[in-house]
C-alpha cells in the first residue's frame, strides 16, 4: 500500500504494448476536426456522479456543434469495456468514443488493444503513478470510499466497518452494485479487508474482505439488493456504501428528505482513482480527444472539484492558486483523507482477479 504519490508507475506493473502516443494537434485543429465529426459517445457517466451532469453540460455549452450521445449512464467499468468489445465494428451510436473506468481496468484495456493513445495538453500536471506512460490512460479524479446512512431509520450512525456486524444493523446495509463488474463494489470489499487486517495487500486484502461480507450476509445484516439513492431514501437499503463524492451528492439532491449522514470509516480509508481512456475503434476520434482536453483543462477540473472530487490536478493547480476557496470550503476535512491509502496497480489486478475466482462461490450468488 501507499500514498497517491508513492504509487509505482502503471508501465513498471505490467507488460505494455509498443506503441507511443500520437503527435498533439493545435486546439484549434482539433476543434475543427471534432466539429466536423459532429458526435461524441459516453457510457456509465451518472449526471451525479462527481458532477458529472455539469461536465457534460460545461462540454455541450462550449462546442454546440457536438452532440453528446450518453450510453448507459449507470453501467460500470467492465461494462463500458464489454461495450467497446461488442461494438468493434460498429459506427453506429451504441459504439462508446470514451470511458471512464476504475484504475486497474486502464492496464487490462491496454494490454487488449481496446484503447488508444493520446497525451492532453496538461499532461505534465498529471502525476506520473496515474497515468500510462504511452498516454492510453490516465487519471482523471479521486475519493474514498465511505458510508451513506439514511438518519431517519438509522438513530445511531456507524462509523467503522467493525460497527456495521453489530445486530441492529439487519437488513440495511448493502453494496452500489456486483463486485465482479463494478469498480466502486470491489474496492468497498477491499477495504473491508483492510478493516479486518490492515497489513494484507491484493489478494490477501481481497479474500479477507470477501469473507468478512460473507458473514455480513449470513447475519442477515447485509440486504440483497443495490444500494442507491432511490433506495436509500426509501429505506429498501438505508445503509451503502459507495465513493464520498457520489454520497456526498446524494445528500445535497436529497436535502434533507431524508437526512443523510456521509462517513468515512475510521478502521479503512480506501481511495481510488478513475481514468480516463479513447477507445480504439472510437466513431468520433477527434470529438473524444477534444473531451479528454476538456476534461483535464482547469474549468474540467474545477467542475470535479463542484461535485466533492479530488481532480487529478489538484496538486499542480493548488500551488499554482487554480482551487478557489468557496470550492475548497465545501469539502469534507482534509483529515478524513489523512490515512488514505492508495491501492496499487498490481495489487488492485489481483484484488480483481480474486473476485472474479471466489465471489459467486463465497456468496452463493450467480
Known sequence: MTT????????????????TAAPAETLAELEAAAKAEGALTTIALPHDW????????????KY??????ELNPNAGSGDEIEAIKANKGNTGPQAPDVIDVGLSFGPAAKAEGLIQPYKVSTWDEIPDNAKDAEGYWYGDYYGVLAIGVNKDLVAESPTSFADLTDAKFANAIALPGDPRTGNSSMM???????????????????????GWFKALKDSGNLVPVNGSSQNLAQGTTPIYFDWDYNLLAMRDNLAGNPPVDVIVPSDSVLAGVYVQAISAYAPHPNAAKLWMEYLYSD?????????????????????????????????????????AVFPTLEEQGAAKQTTADTWAKEMGVQ
Request: glycine fraction near 12%.
Open 188 to 210: 468497498t470489499v477491499y477495504a473491508a479487508g483492510l478493516a479486518s487486517d490492515p497489513a494484507a495487500t491484493g489478494a490477501d486484502a481481497m479474500a479477507k474482505g470477501i
Open 64 to 69: 454546440p456543434e457536438i452532440t453528446v450521445n
Open 4 to 19: 497517491l504519490k508513492g504509487l509505482a508507475t502503471g508501465a513498471s506493473l505490467i507488460a505494455l504494448m509498443a506503441a
Open 50 to 61: 462527481c458532477g458529472y451532469g455539469a461536465v457534460i453540460e460545461g462540454f455541450k455549452k
Open 299 to 339: 474549468e474540467g477540473q474545477l467542475l470535479w472539484l463542484a461535485g466533492y472530487c479530488h481532480p487529478i490536478r489538484f496538486n499542480a493547480m493548488s500551488e499554482a492558486g487554480k482551487l478557489p476557496a468557496e470550492l475548497m470550503a465545501k469539502l469534507p476535512p482534509a483529515e478524513n483523507y489523512a490515512k
